[in-house]
């Protein structure tokens, strides 16, 4: 028996499907309800960040922008210049290292290749924090204590295997004849990095700066033993502070100050996911 689907597509007519089944209603209550459980922080944060009263419950708030005028009054916004300053130092290094040592790898022949490609992929799964305590005595020796980049050195030696890893791939796809083009050409190494890498390798690129980025601007255990003064502390110290400050939280300036946090994050997302295309494509870039 033939299906009115077929027959429709037979007879050339766009083909029906049945839009509810008690599968579909299912699976999307049951997507509906995870999307809750996720938003409801998230909806809790903007409406207590507004609300003169707010409290640990989600309500409709009183509106006010109070919160935000303690947050700018207590000088809370200085730790998050701190924040993007070292997040910046992380994020610049690690890009850079990892660009140049993933093109090498890629491109040249390096002895044990294998074996320093494994132990990369090893060091992308050991924290930071595991060697906090010689971290601590290297920085105590070298007289780095309190500073926003030794921190942030740290944080981007912590993100190379991460993006040496992932640049290494990127690079590897790169096709062989354009890199035997640009050499026949006669570029050097660094309009060939310049011109044809960094191009090629795009999506890679914005992926290692927002990675590295987010973990050097969330980073707190770090931060938290290697800077003690206060007028160097990131945010993410300063919003542990704001919330053990008083001896009842407050809970409006605190969720005000947690949006202004996550801001740049936000915005840095929003930028790389608009330009990442589901990976790059070479389409055109080889003749046969």
């Given amino acids: 028996m033939i299906s009115a689907t077929a027959l429709g597509r037979a007879e050339g007519k766009p083909a ?11 699976t999307n209550l049951v997507l509906g309800a995870f999307g809750v459980v996720f938003a409801s922080p998230m909806l809790w944060l903007v ?39 070292l997040s910046l130092v992380a994020t610049a290094v690690t890009t850079a290292v990892s660009i140049i040592t993933g093109y090498v ?25 595991v060697l ?28 190379l295997p991460f ?16 890199l035997e083009a640009a050499a026949v050409d006669g570029v050097g190494t660094r309009r060939t990095v310049l011109g044809v890498i960094l191009p090629a390798t795009y999506s890679g690129v914005l992926v290692t700066v927002m990675v590295t980025f987010i973990n050097a601007w969330g980073a707190f255990l770090v931060p938290l033993i290697l800077i ?5 502390e990131p945010g993410s110290i300063a919003l542990y502070q704001f919330l053990s400050a008083f ?17 740049p994050v936000v915005v840095l997302y929003l930028f790389v996911a608009r330009r990442l295309a589901g990976g790059f494509a070479f389409g055109g870039g080889v003749k046969g």
């Fill in 47 to 85: 409406l207590a960040s507004f609300d003169q009263h707010a409290g640990w419950q989600v309500k409709v708030p009183e509106l006010t922008l109070g919160n935000y005028r303690t947050v700018i009054s207590y000088n809370y916004l200085d730790p998050i210049w701190n924040s993007l300053y």
């Fill in 163 to 178: 993006g040496i890893w992932l640049m290494k791939n990127y690079i590897d796809a790169v096709p062989v004849e354009i």
């Fill in 247 to 263: 001896v009842t939280p407050r809970i409006g300036p605190l969720a005000a100050y947690s949006l202004i946090f996550s801001l």
């Fill in 228 to 232: 003690s003064n206060p007028g160097s």
């Fill in 105 to 129: 790898l890629s491109t040249r022949h390096i002895p044990l290749k294998r074996t320093i490609m494994l132990s990369v992929l090893l060091l992308t799964g050991i924290p930071v924090t």
């Fill in 16 to 26: 029906q499907y049945r839009r509810f089944t008690p599968a579909s209603i299912a």
């Fill in 132 to 159: 906090i305590v010689p971290i601590y005595e290297l920085f105590v020796q070298l007289n780095w204590l309190n500073s926003i980049p030794a921190v942030g050195l740290l944080m981007a030696a912590s993100s």
